[in-house]
């Protein structure tokens, strides 16, 4: 075999399985935005106010995931931002908690507080597939805000809540302005 026939099969052959590793994964599986409605978001967990280079915010990403882990307290992981960064220099804050159905009233892991985002309704785009081939974070914002721009609904854009459902299931809320 020519070194060209060798070095397009090579190349053809990549191409496959890139193809199939990125179905497999879930790269193919379209995203769905929807309007929900939302009986305000009661969570329980840890403030972050910070760089996002800082080590303290990884800290609390996997104390809060081993809490989770050991169900108690109970919800879905999540990851409320309410400030982004502009840039890697700039201040990011979130709150990394569990989502919980009603507000927690159980005494805490220490450390941890309570937080309340008072809304009615958001829009949410769900993703099903492995982080590997997630879209990244702009463009699945984007998606929402073309689907509130479509539906005529204000969004609170400086705030967005991933809440991690699944190993590849997650779903970004952007709470609607009443």
Same mark, same amino acid.
Do not use: C
């Given at each position: 075999?020519?070194?060209?026939?060798? +070095? /397009?099969?090579?190349?053809?052959?990549?191409?496959?399985?890139? /193809?199939?590793? *990125? *179905? #497999?994964?879930?790269?193919?599986?379209?995203?769905?935005?929807?309007?929900?409605?939302? =009986?305000?978001?009661?969570? @329980?967990?840890?403030? *972050?106010?910070?760089?996002?280079? =800082? =080590?303290?915010?990884?800290? +609390?990403?996997?104390?809060?995931?081993?809490?989770?882990? $050991?169900?108690?307290?109970?919800?879905?992981?999540?990851? @409320?931002?309410? %400030?982004?960064?502009?840039?890697?220099?700039?201040? @990011?804050?979130?709150?990394?908690?569990?989502?919980?159905?009603?507000? #927690?009233?159980?005494?805490?892991?220490?450390?941890?507080?309570?937080?309340?985002? &008072?809304?009615?309704?958001?829009?949410?785009?769900?993703?099903?597939?492995? =982080?590997?081939?997630?879209?990244?974070? *702009?463009?699945? $914002?984007? !998606?929402?805000?073309?689907?509130?721009? $479509?539906?005529?609904?204000?969004?609170?854009?400086?705030?967005?809540?991933? %809440?991690?459902?699944?190993?590849?299931?997650? !779903?970004? &809320?952007?709470?609607?302005?009443?």
């Amino acid at each position: 075999m020519s070194p060209k026939k060798y +070095i /397009l099969l090579v190349v053809l052959l990549s191409a496959v399985i890139g /193809l199939g590793g *990125y *179905y #497999y994964f879930g790269g193919f599986t379209p995203r769905q935005q929807q309007l929900v409605e939302v =009986n305000d978001y009661y969570l @329980v967990g840890r403030h *972050y106010k910070g760089r996002l280079d =800082n =080590n303290a915010l990884e800290e +609390i990403f996997y104390e809060v995931r081993s809490q989770h882990e $050991k169900g108690e307290p109970s919800g879905v992981l999540t990851i @409320v931002t309410l %400030k982004e960064p502009l840039t890697a220099k700039d201040t @990011v804050e979130q709150f990394i908690g569990l989502l919980t159905e009603t507000p #927690y009233a159980s005494p805490l892991p220490a450390g941890w507080e309570r937080f309340t985002l &008072e809304t009615n309704r958001a829009v949410r785009n769900t993703i099903r597939a492995h =982080n590997l081939v997630m879209p990244k974070p *702009y463009e699945i $914002k984007e !998606e929402i805000q073309e689907f509130a721009n $479509k539906n005529n609904l204000n969004l609170k854009s400086d705030v967005s809540i991933e %809440k991690y459902m699944g190993e590849r299931h997650l !779903e970004v &809320e952007i709470p609607v302005r009443d």
